[in-house]
């Protein structure tokens, strides 16, 4: 999923500070899963934006809707007819829904509510870690499922480097060594010889470095 | 193995003698002096010098600068270069305007992270690492190519080279880690510093019993220790350096007047151990800004003088 993170309220009160109508749009998929855009954030920011307004003295109106998603026309359809009452839409959706909300709704500012981080996974309550750089031309195959691109801080292809130390990277005590982990698994899958498979210069076309991404399947286009 | 190139270095190892190269780090400004100053202490007791490439992620003079500066006053350098900073467009410039100027040795790497440095806030680029680098330095001296296909017209001759760390873990893929550098073109390895020789020994025996020292050139690193908390910063704080507990304890026993002699004499013996164990064929003395201590390094190590062999020009 995509892993975000709460933005800090005096961050986000700068965005709306002169504004009258608010409202808070929170987004039931990913970002309630890691508990930074779902109903409860709504709620929680909601009403910190209304203490603070109160405290200033300045009367605001803030609203409160979660959407089922936020990167789909279809559900953000459900605001069409109160968006035009608001001079600002604050999304606790990642940045995909921040700016689908953006592309669909011209007249009113859309302010992102969290800082969207990496696409990952929970490893407990209250602990998300990264999986995945979307570089477009997995290569999980050959480092045992495990993924050198998102979690070897230097991404090489072909590790350890020199700053492994007790399966450990150097940058970090509390960050496993992506190839030590590819090691590991490579030896309990009994492959251990694959390790001295060179990997080749990787096309990075696919990643960011070939600019905005598209996937096109005509083939389910309607 | 035959000669490939015109380096010096390449020479020295080649005829079966043993190969001493040591390192200048660049300088956080623009003199030129920074450069030629330590070259100049060096220069007669080494067979080639290492430009490092903005080691530990601290931004410097630029390593081929030095290293023209170096080639400039007849001194043979070895260009460090990071994969961490170049993508491989700028990968493949540097190497040509290094060959331009006749820089006939280069060390392949990929670099210390930023979040070391004086940059922490900067990307990182590893378009390529320090073996993808290694192939790219073949394709374009052996086959004269880019990496786009296209024909170099006066490709590079490099001696090409890269780090092994016997001491990181995990220790059981130290030496595959070695076959794949090699696999990869490296014709010469300089290793980190050695203080725990038993454990270098250890990895030699199974680099030799897979013989590797046969298609390698194995350059054994050696700093000397200034002091004891030089010796504890390198135990507990340099990731991937082994600094057994008796050599810090033969530190912390020595008066402090008396630390940075007995770190040489550390140096010297550990140097004269080495040149006894199979398969090794010269050594890297890295003075971390203590250029001066090198010349009596080498001749108290019996490695001096160095051999008269010129590098084509």
Known sequence: ????????????????????????????????????????????????????????????????????????????????????????????????????MAEKYHSVPIYPGVNTCFLGATEKRGLWTERCQACGNCMLAITGGICPVSRCAKRILNGPCGGSSNGKCEINKDLDCAWQLIIDRLKALDRLEDYEKICSIKDWSTDRAGGPRKVVREDVQS | MSVKTPSKLEKILSSGNLAVTSECGPPRGSDPKAVTKKAEMIKDYVDAVNITDNQTSVTRMSSLAACIHLKLMGVEPILQMVTRDRNRIAIQSDILGAASFDIFNML??????????????????????????????????????????????????????????????????????????????????????????????????????????????????????????????????????????????????????????????????????????????????????????????????????????????
């Open chain 2, 108 to 313: 392949c790497l990929s670099g210390d992270h930023q979040s070391f440095g004086d940059c922490p806030q900067g990307q990182n680029v590893h378009d390529l690492d320090s073996m993808q680098l290694l192939q790219t330095v073949h394709l374009m001296r052996d086959e004269g190519k880019f990496l786009g296909g296209a024909d170099i017209k006066r490709p590079p001759q490099m001696f090409v080279g890269a780090a092994a760390n016997p001491f990181a873990d995990p220790f059981e893929i130290r030496v595959p880690r070695l076959a794949k550098k090699i696999a990869s073109g490296a014709e010469f390895i300089q290793t980190q510093c050695i203080y725990n020789v038993d454990k270098f020994e250890e990895w030699m025996k199974q680099v030799c019993d897979r013989g590797l020292h046969e298609k390698v050139y194995i350059l054994a690193g050696v700093t000397p220790l200034k002091s004891v908390g030089m010796a504890k910063f390198m135990k507990n704080r340099v990731p991937g350096m082994d600094v057994p507990d008796d050599i810090v304890k033969r530190m912390a026993d020595t008066p402090k007047e008396k630390q940075p002699e007995e770190g040489i004499n550390i140096c010297v013996e550990t140097i004269e151990r080495l040149k006894s164990v199979e398969g090794v064929k010269g050594f890297h003395i890295m003075a971390i800004e203590w250029e001066e201590k090198v010349p009596g390094i080498v001749e108290r190590a019996g490695l001096y003088p160095r051999p008269e062999i010129g590098a084509e020009n």
């Open chain 1, 1 to 100: 999923m995509i892993v975000a993170d709460k933005k800090p309220v005096e961050e986000i009160i700068d965005y709306v500070t002169d504004c009258k109508n608010i409202l808070v749009l929170g987004c039931n998929e990913c970002v309630t899963v890691c508990e930074a855009g779902g109903k409860k954030e709504v709620e929680v920011l909601a009403s910190t934006l209304r203490m603070c307004f109160l405290n200033q003295g300045t009367e605001v109106s803030i609203d409160e809707i979660t959407l089922e998603r936020q990167c789909d026309h279809e559900y953000l359809e459900e605001i069409r007819d109160v968006a035009d009452r608001y001079d600002a839409i604050i999304s606790l959706a990642c940045g995909v829904g921040v700016q689908f």
